[in-house]
């Protein structure tokens, strides 16, 4: 089963490298998508943040069922074009459930 796990990235934070890392041993494939949002100020552009990502892999093992896209738009919509059956969401607190409870109904 392919996974997508979408965001910013800007820059990539060990939390985010655990969540690669777990859905790596869960999923067949696991794609990090960078989302491109011209609404957010970013400290980095797409491409570095890419960057960040890969490099930062190698500190995970660098999982060999896990790819960096870049992407914008809809995250469903680009799920659905890579074939992903599942979004893989972090949440850090109360707050971030009550939204992603929101965005899921």
Same mark, same amino acid.
């Given at each position: 089963?392919?996974?997508?796990?979408?965001?910013?990235?800007?820059? %990539?934070? /060990?939390?985010?490298?655990? &969540? $690669?890392? +777990? #859905?790596?041993?869960?999923?067949?494939?696991?794609?990090?998508? $960078?989302? =491109? /949002?011209? +609404?957010?100020?970013?400290?980095?552009?797409?491409?570095?943040?890419?960057?960040?990502? &890969?490099?930062?892999?190698?500190? %995970?093992? /660098?999982?060999? /069922?896990?790819?960096?896209? $870049?992407?914008?738009?809809?995250? =469903?919509?680009? #799920? +659905?074009? $890579?074939? #992903?059956? =599942? %979004? &893989?969401?972090? %949440? +850090?607190?109360?707050?971030?459930?009550?939204?992603?409870?929101?965005? #899921?109904?």
């Amino acid at each position: 089963m392919k996974a997508c796990y979408p965001g910013t990235f800007d820059p %990539i934070t /060990n939390g985010h490298l655990d &969540i $690669i890392e +777990r #859905a790596s041993r869960l999923f067949d494939e696991v794609v990090v998508l $960078i989302m =491109v /949002n011209p +609404r957010k100020t970013c400290l980095f552009n797409s491409e570095e943040r890419k960057q960040m990502v &890969i490099d930062s892999l190698k500190s %995970i093992g /660098n999982p060999q /069922n896990v790819t960096v896209m $870049i992407g914008s738009g809809l995250t =469903v919509e680009f #799920a +659905r074009k $890579i074939g #992903a059956a =599942v %979004i &893989i969401r972090g %949440i +850090r607190a109360v707050s971030d459930y009550e939204y992603e409870l929101g965005q #899921a109904t």
